[in-house]
């Protein structure tokens, strides 16, 4: 690990080599990665030799939580459920990308501000409602219904295409008023808001929980009876009843 963290430093300094060479340093950012796995010490190792470069590099990629990082866009990489960016926005990440909204799309999970919906599930079956009536993704305003996907999503790949709009969207917004929440100043109202729909009664996850009070947001605040979920507390329909 401590080989493949020293590497990626001495990368570094080979991409801003050729970065300063190519004429481009203008029009293109070039990043520094922060590695180390899980090791708390090459991770602030790691840190350490990339702010000695901070001169060359406008922003930090995180391959994973971490902190320490100067000032400037920070970068998560492969982070996509809705509750881990929020919670990571509050810790301060500025961008992230992940191919969980287009993944979980093939496999028939549609994002929802209510939480994911399994379209494989046999209570999708009849249904004659989009997956979210307030959606303006172009499934959703097309009127494709979640039995008809329920139906299809085994067979037509169009169905995953369809979902995969729809997931799509659903991030856009979802980043999109946090963006917003936060220029407003109301980003902690925006995040009670959106685990009271997301989570509803069924309880918050203690890791969320716990994050957001190190950054003086209590989601516990006039709810003392919220069960209180160990563990990654995902929320997520699983059935055998798919059919």
């Known amino acids: 690990m401590e080989e493949a963290m020293l590497r990626s430093v001495r990368w570094l300094d080979r991409c801003i080599a050729e970065h300063e060479k190519s004429g481009k340093k203008h029009r293109q950012n070039l990043f520094a990665i922060i590695q180390g796995g899980l090791d708390h010490d090459l991770r602030g190792r790691c840190v350490d030799e990339m702010l000695k470069r901070q001169a060359h590099i406008p922003g930090y990629a995180i391959g994973g939580l971490s902190g320490g990082?100067?000032?400037?866009?920070?970068y998560l990489m492969g982070v996509g459920f809705a509750e881990d960016l929020l919670v990571c926005t509050a810790l301060g990440i500025d961008m992230a990308d992940c191919v969980f909204p287009t993944r979980t799309a093939r496999f028939g999970v549609a994002l929802t501000f209510s939480g994911p919906l399994n379209l494989r599930l046999k209570k999708h079956a009849k249904s004659m409602e989009p997956i979210d009536k307030d959606c303006r993704c172009p499934t959703c305003t097309a009127g494709m219904s979640r039995g008809l996907m329920h139906h299809l999503i085994s067979h037509e790949t169009s169905v995953a295409?369809?979902?995969?709009?729809?997931?799509?969207?659903?991030?856009?917004?979802?980043?999109?008023?946090?963006?917003?929440?936060?220029?407003?100043?109301?980003?902690?109202?925006?995040?009670?808001?959106?685990?009271?729909?997301?989570?509803?009664?069924?309880?918050?996850?203690?890791?969320?929980?716990?994050?957001?009070?190190?950054?003086?947001?209590?989601?516990?605040?006039?709810?003392?009876?919220?069960?209180?979920?160990?563990?990654?507390?995902?929320?997520?329909?699983?059935?055998?009843?798919?059919?």
Request: charge should be negative.
């Open 161 to 243: 295409h369809a979902i995969t709009q729809h997931n799509l969207v659903f991030q856009a917004n979802l980043m999109g008023q946090a963006r917003d929440a936060i220029i407003q100043g109301a980003f902690p109202d925006y995040l009670q808001k959106f685990f009271v729909n997301y989570f509803g009664a069924q309880g918050y996850p203690r890791w969320c929980i716990d994050a957001l009070q190190s950054v003086g947001v209590d989601l516990t605040q006039g709810k003392p009876d919220i069960p209180i979920i160990d563990g990654d507390g995902a929320k997520w329909e699983y059935s055998e009843e798919t059919s």
């Open 69 to 74: 990082e100067a000032k400037g866009p920070r």
